[in-house]
């Protein structure tokens, strides 16, 4: 599920005719850094005979993720970064999850989906005022790589001005929903396209331990981690994960 654009991809022709063969495939759908390797076994009704087909998926290193991001060079004064950034909000939990990042002296960034920034306006004054970042996350999470280069620029500029006139500020960066987007194109309208490299996948655990344990696992220096502010889960997630970062 987590093989996308990136990887291309693979045919496999297994040679029988026997339609009752069975084939087994074992390997995570969660790529790890570093080389991931999928078995498919072919073995015949019969099971007198067997076939083995070995794939390895790459996905880079940490290092090498990063240094593919198209997120503005982080100076390299030998500290070490994190960013941790909420997709989806803003949501009745943006509140908390400011008090949150306030306490820990730490700045995110909100991939504002549009169409919800009237329901929160106080929320993103805020965030604003305290000096978090912006980025835009679509006017209604709609997948932007089915969208004419037109439709695009309209989707994401009604977020950019509703942004602007609820809190003087406008989404500096652009994150795809889903991901989905040309990867070729990584400037639009004159923002970078920014994704992720840390994703514990909040929305569908919901559970703060285990999107702590599913951060905690994957985080380097340099990394990008993905979260949602839709779910207090995460957001109290947010709150152990930046202090275990800062030891
Ligand atoms: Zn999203």
Redesign the pocket.
Known sequence: SNVKSDTEAVDIIAETEDINAKVNITGSDKLSYGDNTILITVTSASGNSTKEYKITVKRPTVEQEAAQSTAPPVVDDGQKYVAITF??GPSKYTNKLLDILDKHSVKATFYIVGERISYYPDALKRAADSGHAFGN?SWD?SNLSKLTDEQKHANLQQTSDKLFEVCGKRPTTIRP?GGNWDRNVKVFDGCNVVYWSVDPEDWKYRNTETVVNNIMSQVGNKSIILLHDLYETSVDAADIVIGKLKE
């Open positions: 997709d989806d996350h999470h929903p």
